[in-house]
């Protein structure tokens, strides 16, 4: 039997384990991200190991999330970035140089390689053929020291793409009608892998965006063959001799495939308060719209951006919205300059916002009370934004344009027809906003401002916990609703700081009753429903309720990332063995849990439920490395024996 391209790849990278599906492995990672939001807790992680410079092929650190610098804590942070950077042997791209996974597809991504990032979205290079994976900031340390990466061998999900798309349809439709068909939770362990006739006629960028939002499907990752398409877009940047051919083997299997005739396809728009919650542009049409914003991880590359300019050519944005456009790059941002576009969106009367992932994260650009926002970017759940009240639509940049435009959703079929505009034969090329280490960096000063900490220090594991259901809490619970984003990004290095602010749009009571549950000696414990720890890949979502006492997570399910970061960090990641008994549980009853060691080697468990006489068989959602791991209070103490 012939193999997928994901196979391939993880074949040439493999270290230890066997390649079949359901089996732990551990690979080779040849290039590592971090974004400053993550990347300071990361870079503090390795310089713990005392390992001078890093081990792996590449290793970038990007400015791209904590920009608008309110208080000395961000300029310090990016200042600790710079210098550690050049003190480790990394690559640092600047803030104003654009959004970590679009500089990354522009100037670095090659395919046949492996990249984790400290970023959930990582896996939009899937659409360079690169295998990309987010992960929580220790593995990514762990990665540059040269430490294999470890993930359960995935099942592969064939999306085969046949027909053409109609005038007004995009890539950001395709990965909309995939999140329509698979959803946000439920495909742990999984990969999309596309191909079919129609694969040829998407663009690197196009690619890009279905892979970017992969993510929110909760895969592993995402990717696409690499073919003719991409060697055009790595000869346009200047990298055409860092391209392979790599395409599935014609008598390869899919686990799964899931067909969609792109010829049938119609805009699509994700309903508040979940990306999978997806419904037809047409059915929503004349709504009336508050605020549009244009750009994002997702669709911020030249192309999208050069199709949002002929839909505003001439025309002026309706007075009840406020249009905002944040280019994804530096190099995006000089094309829109030099070949009229920026010009168009000014007289448009567009905000023209920084490179930077911003609104997407809740750092600015929050809605008005109870408005309807549209946004290119890839989540919308309650609260993201930095408004709980408003009510987020994720569509395509040709939607979000022309209802920008006619201030009222508004489906672009038929409406616009933008398939004469291609991509550039030469992108504008400028890489003087990122700073290559020396070659001798051992006299370098690594800054510290007063907000940099160091990476928490936790004991072994307990044999005996107890202590109450501290929250208990429902389905798809996000990392955003576990650690705010926005305004509270700037204590990420500072982790008794950002502590104080865990579950804060939730219960802002949890933080102080669970360190007065800390400080006497209780353990923590979170009761969830399914899909606990969707959404960004932020280790701080483990950290800082471990801060707190967090022993353990029980849940019905709980996602890929968390679920490592959990182990990381030395918190039991629990499963109901009968989902029935979430209801068994309630906040506040007192539970217990014996011969914890013992319990964590056999893989299951026995929780008592004091307040109510019940016992709850419980399964640990761990490999047997993430084990020894728990057994120790985490991964850094493992690595210390």
Avoid at 147 to 164: A, D, E, M, N
Avoid at 456 to 466: F, G, Q, R, Y
Avoid at 628 to 640: A, D, V
């Amino acid at each position: 039997m012939g193999l997928t391209i994901c196979y391939k790849i993880l074949k040439d990278h493999l270290v230890e384990g066997k390649l079949e599906k359901g089996n732990p492995i551990s690979i080779r990672i040849d290039q590592t991200l971090t974004q400053d939001a993550t990347g300071t807790m990361a870079y503090l992680e390795f310089e713990s190991m005392n390992i001078d410079r890093v081990r792996n092929e590449l290793a970038v650190s990007y400015v791209d999330h904590n920009t608008v610098q309110v208080g000395f804590e961000n300029f310090d942070d990016h200042e600790y970035l710079r210098t550690v950077a050049a003190r480790k042997g990394v690559v640092f791209s600047r803030a104003g140089n654009g959004i970590c996974h679009q500089v990354q597809l522009e100037r670095f991504a090659l395919p046949g390689k492996t990249l984790i990032g400290s970023d959930s979205h990582t896996p939009t290079q899937g659409g360079l053929g690169e295998v990309a994976i987010g992960a929580g900031g220790l593995d990514v340390a762990l990665a540059m020291a040269g430490i294999p990466f470890s993930i359960i061998c995935p099942r592969v999900i064939g999306i085969k793409l046949t027909g053409h798309l109609r005038c007004g349809v995009s890539a950001k439709d395709v990965i909309l009608r995939v999140l329509e068909r698979f959803g946000v939770k439920g495909n742990v362990n999984s990969v999309f892998e596309y191909f079919g006739s129609a694969v040829k006629d998407l663009s690197v960028p196009e690619r890009a965006t279905i892979c970017n939002m992969g993510a929110e499907c909760g895969v592993t990752f995402s990717i696409f063959p690499s073919d003719e398409r991409t060697r055009e877009f790595l000869r346009a940047q200047g990298r055409e001799d860092g391209f392979v051919a790599i395409e599935a083997d014609p008598d390869a299997e899919y686990d799964e495939i899931f067909e969609i005739d792109l010829s049938e396809l119609e805009p699509l728009i994700a309903l508040p308060h979940s990306p999978g919650n997806i419904s037809r542009v047409s059915e929503l049409e004349g709504m009336g719209v508050n605020q549009v914003l244009i750009g994002s991880c997702t669709n911020s590359s030249y192309l999208d951006l050069k199709k949002v300019a002929r839909i505003l050519e001439g025309k002026t944005v309706a007075p009840t919205v406020s249009l905002g456009i944040a280019p994804g790059s530096r190099e995006v941002f000089e094309m829109i300059s030099q070949d009229g576009s920026l010009t168009t969106f000014i007289k448009a009367g567009a905000r023209i916002l920084e490179s930077a992932c911003g609104f997407c994260i809740g750092n600015h650009q929050s809605p008005g009370t109870d408005s309807v926002s549209l946004r290119t970017n890839n989540r919308n759940f309650e609260g993201r934004s930095g408004t709980k009240s408003a009510k987020v639509y994720l569509v395509s940049p040709e939607t979000a344009a022309l209802s920008a435009i006619k201030g009222v959703i508004t489906s672009p079929l038929g409406r616009v027809n933008l398939s004469d505009i291609e991509l550039p034969e030469r992108y504008y090329v400028n890489d003087d906003m990122l700073i290559f280490p020396p070659s001798d960096s051992s006299a370098v000063e690594i800054k510290r401002g007063p907000n940099i900490g160091e990476p928490p220090k936790s004991s072994p594991m307990e044999d005996h916990l107890e202590g109450p259901c501290t929250i208990k809490l429902g389905d798809k619970i996000t990392t955003d609703h576990i650690m705010p984003a926005g305004a509270r990004l700037k204590y990420r290095s500072n982790i008794p700081a950002y502590s104080s602010y865990v579950f804060e749009g939730v219960d802002p009571t949890f933080s102080k009753r669970a360190s007065e549950l800390r400080d006497s000696g209780k353990a923590v414990f979170i009761v969830a429903g399914s899909s606990y720890g969707q959404g960004s890949s932020r280790e701080h979502a483990a950290i800082c309720p471990k801060y707190l006492g967090l022993k353990a997570v029980i849940a019905k399910s709980i996602e890929r990332i968390h679920q490592a970061n959990l182990c990381n960090f030395g918190i039991l990641p629990l499963l109901f063995e009968n989902e029935d008994d979430y209801e068994k549980i309630g906040e506040g009853d007192e539970l217990v849990i014996e011969g914890v060691i013992s319990s964590i080697e056999k893989g299951r468990f026995v929780l008592h439920d004091k307040s109510r006489g019940e016992d709850i068989n419980l399964i640990l959602f761990a490999s047997e490395e993430q084990k020894k791991m728990l057994i120790k209070g985490g991964r850094l103490n493992l690595l210390k024996d």
